[in-house]
């Protein structure tokens, strides 16, 4: 094990040379690239009203509403359950960290100071999803498409995109 003799690796991290790439700059690497956030954008426009679970509103009061709910977008499902996604919160987070990769490094080091050494399961934030394909529905009629179009694009039935349509809209 690569350290100082304490045990520890996390220290180990600090010796690299400064031209030496980080260990995790590779992983980091590999995720996937995202350059969108629709739910987090809309989150903190649109959906700024609907209520995210209590583990996210606890990052959120660390980070801002569109960095946790960011998080939770770029997280990687973790284990069998395909629902499920953990993120491990160090006590030191770098540049190349996948953490300031998800959130960027100024919200990744505030979050290290509040929940340092944790694994955070993040969970689905099924209202503000709901809110947001609603959203996305009475936009799309609005613009002209059809119950059936809208229902393709968002993978739900005729009648589920149908009762998310403002009855005012249909008319």
Same mark, same amino acid.
């Given at each position: 094990?690569?350290? /100082?003799?304490?045990?520890?690796? *996390?220290?180990?991290?600090?010796?690299?040379?400064? /031209?030496?790439?980080?260990?995790?700059?590779?992983?980091?690497?590999?995720?996937?690239?995202?350059?969108?956030?629709?739910?987090?954008?809309?989150?903190?426009?649109?959906?700024?009203?609907?209520?995210?679970?209590?583990?996210?509103?606890?990052?959120?009061?660390?980070?801002?509403?569109?960095?946790?709910?960011?998080?939770?977008?770029?997280?990687?499902?973790? *284990?069998?359950?395909?629902?499920?996604?953990?993120?491990?919160?160090?006590?030191?987070?770098?540049?190349?960290?996948?953490?300031?990769?998800?959130?960027g490094l100024k919200a990744a080091r505030?979050?290290?100071?509040?929940?340092?050494?944790?694994?955070?399961?993040?969970?689905?934030?099924?209202?503000?999803?709901?809110?947001?394909?609603?959203?996305?529905?009475?936009?799309?009629?609005?613009?002209?498409?059809?119950?059936?179009?809208?229902?393709?694009?968002?993978?739900?039935?005729?009648?589920?995109?149908?009762?998310?349509?403002?009855?005012?809209?249909?008319?």
């Open positions: 094990m690569a350290g /100082n003799g304490t045990g520890r690796t *996390g220290t180990a991290l600090a010796r690299l040379p400064n /031209n030496a790439p980080h260990p995790d700059a590779e992983y980091a690497r590999s995720l996937p690239a995202r350059t969108a956030f629709p739910l987090a954008d809309f989150a903190v426009r649109d959906g700024a009203d609907v209520r995210l679970p209590e583990v996210v509103e606890d990052i959120a009061t660390v980070i801002g509403r569109h960095a946790a709910i960011r998080m939770v977008e770029a997280a990687r499902q973790t *284990g069998a359950r395909p629902r499920r996604r953990q993120v491990y919160i160090p006590k030191r987070v770098h540049e190349a960290h996948p953490l300031a990769a998800m959130i505030a979050l290290s100071v509040t929940h340092a050494h944790m694994v955070v399961e993040l969970p689905q934030c099924r209202e503000l999803v709901q809110a947001y394909e609603a959203w996305l529905a009475a936009r799309w009629h609005a613009e002209g498409w059809t119950v059936p179009e809208i229902a393709v694009e968002l993978c739900r039935s005729e009648r589920a995109v149908a009762a998310m349509i403002p009855p005012e809209a249909s008319r």
